[in-house]
C-alpha cells in the first residue's frame, strides 16, 4: 500500500477526515522532511492480512537476530540519530 505524504499543516487541518475517511498509510512532513506517520487502524484485518503481518514480524526478527542487533541498540541507535538532528 503506498504511502501518501502530507504536511503537518494540512494534517492538522483535516485531521477529522483523515482519522475517520483515510484507509491508507499517512507520511507526516514538515519542511519535506518526514516527522511522524499515521497508520489507519481498520476495525477488521483480512486473515491474508494479518498472515502478511506475522510473515513480515518474524522475518524482521531473522534479521535482526542473524545481524546481531537487539531492539534495545535499535533504540538507542534511534535516539542519538534524533539528538544529533536537534543540534
Same mark, same amino acid.
Given at each position: 500500500m503506498e504511502t501518501l505524504k502530507?504536511? @503537518?499543516?494540512e494534517f492538522r487541518e483535516k485531521l477529522a477526515s483523515y482519522l475517520l475517511e483515510s484507509d491508507r498509510?499517512? *507520511?507526516i512532513t514538515r519542511h519535506g $522532511?518526514?516527522?511522524g +506517520? +499515521?497508520?489507519?487502524?481498520?476495525?477488521?484485518?483480512?486473515? *491474508?492480512?494479518r498472515s502478511a503481518?506475522?510473515?513480515a514480524a518474524a522475518r524482521l526478527q531473522?534479521?535482526?537476530?542473524?545481524k546481531g542487533i537487539t531492539e $534495545?541498540? @535499535? @533504540?538507542? $541507535?534511534? !535516539?542519538?540519530?534524533?539528538?544529533?538532528?536537534? !543540534?
Open positions: 502530507v504536511g @503537518i499543516r498509510p499517512l *507520511a $522532511d518526514t516527522v +506517520y +499515521y497508520l489507519p487502524a481498520r476495525r477488521a484485518r483480512s486473515e *491474508a492480512e503481518l506475522r510473515q531473522e534479521v535482526l537476530a542473524a $534495545d541498540e @535499535i @533504540i538507542a $541507535d534511534f !535516539k542519538r540519530w534524533r539528538a544529533g538532528r536537534r !543540534k
